[in-house]
């Protein structure tokens, strides 16, 4: 299929389940595709790209490494671009193949769980918070927005393209969970408080929804409920900040 | 002036300086704004708003306090709105009159410094966190994002309308501090590592740019940069995470 095309198709979920393929998009997003030497099926620019200097040492690279590249007028690049405001280059690179059985975890470590989190760049800023943070891997579930999203992959700033992410199903996880001896921890506002010291040596977190929290099966799922104490006059923190007071907290 | 023009208006930071107005805009924001019984100086809406059971309920609240409403065709509401897919309702109300010298601090108190935080999402996001951990007020240094920009008041989820949020140049914030016996720290990534105790009683915590981090002459009038540790391969956390986990790290 042509380049083209392909990332046109690629906005779409399905087609990115389908053909195991991704599109990152922005100056900042390729070159950390290209750092973390990920494979690339191939660039598009505009002829902007190469009138400032770092568009001109992105697309050096991108020729060093004999990736295919296309260049297309503004029109048809905003035709595949997920921004409102392009920055006139993307790539279009497969999905690393991820499993859960390749993480290996030390004996003391952190896993983070998705729970039906929702909004993308709340997932890409948590990505990019766990990779911060040394989380060993990150596990979506079922209702998750897809970890491959354009942007999700944009906030998550290149973390997507190193850090061990990737989806399974609940049942698969807690199977795993309890063959590694790690036990789940749900963050949920009517939870403890979240303790400052004890936590587990191995300890997975999940967190869910913005709106509704964790779902059945991975409350279920949970040895113990966690929560941080917030002023009575405000709802809920943001998902994101709270995962990363979360992992800061309970991190080894 | 006419609501549907000075809505329109006041998407300019330059306006809403001039009067002294803001927009809320959104189901949620106007709701929380009626709530924290701010003084409101009218409400419009599109035709679409009284279908839904939640819209009625808000209209209503809106007619039994008196508040000025308009209605205006969907194409009108688009002009004034700030939002892509707009909800069909935004109030305009009157900035809140605040000084630093309202602020109250007790014996054990933080509070939050924005300098030169741009980014209007983070901005909000910060203001929510601010109020849910228990922060007694947050100042805005200049090069800051507006606090009254409509995407500010809609992501900070009604905490800007009872949080006491207010911009002020850095020498009167920092003789205000001295005044007050509150040291000032700063966040910054070469900063020593954040300790888990020991932080002064009253303490106010400086977060900055998303890019350059904080000014010179904020860090000039910092008693301590602290810093949370993270991994190497990752370029820094969101400032709205690194704030949250600070503030909750820091908490008295």
Not at 108 to 124: C, E, K, S
Not at 214 to 238: D, K
Not at 239 to 249: D, E, M, P, S, Y
Request: proline share 6%.
């Amino acid at each position: 299929m042509r380049l083209l095309t392909l990332a046109r198709d690629l906005r779409r979920r399905k087609a990115r389940e389908r053909q195991q393929l991704f599109v990152a998009e922005g100056l900042r997003t390729v070159e950390e595709l290209l750092d973390a030497k990920l494979a690339v099926h191939g660039v598009l620019g505009t002829p902007e790209l190469t009138r400032s200097p770092r568009g001109a040492a992105l697309l050096a690279a991108v020729h060093t490494r004999g990736i295919p590249y296309l260049e297309v007028s503004d029109a048809e690049f905003a035709s595949a671009a997920d921004t409102e405001t392009p920055q006139g280059v993307l790539a279009v690179a497969p999905v690393p193949a991820r499993t859960l059985e390749q993480l290996t975890l030390g004996a003391a470590a952190r896993v983070l769980v998705l729970d039906a989190v929702q909004d993308p760049g709340n997932v890409g800023t948590i990505l990019r918070t766990a990779a911060a943070l040394g989380v060993a891997g990150t596990v979506a579930l079922p209702g998750t927005v897809d970890l491959w999203n354009a942007k999700v992959v944009r906030s998550a700033m290149g973390s997507l393209f190193r850090h061990h992410a990737l989806a399974c199903p609940a049942e698969a996880l807690v199977a795993w969970l309890h063959a590694h001896h790690t036990p789940l921890w749900g963050a949920d506002m009517h939870g403890d408080p979240v303790p400052a010291t004890g936590a587990p040596d191995r300890l997975a977190l999940a967190v869910g929804n913005e709106g509704a929290g964790l779902t059945a099966p991975v409350r279920a799922a949970a040895a113990r409920l966690v929560s941080i104490p917030i002023a009575s006059t405000v709802e809920s923190l943001n998902v994101a900040v709270a995962t990363g007071i979360l992992l800061h907290q309970l991190r080894p």
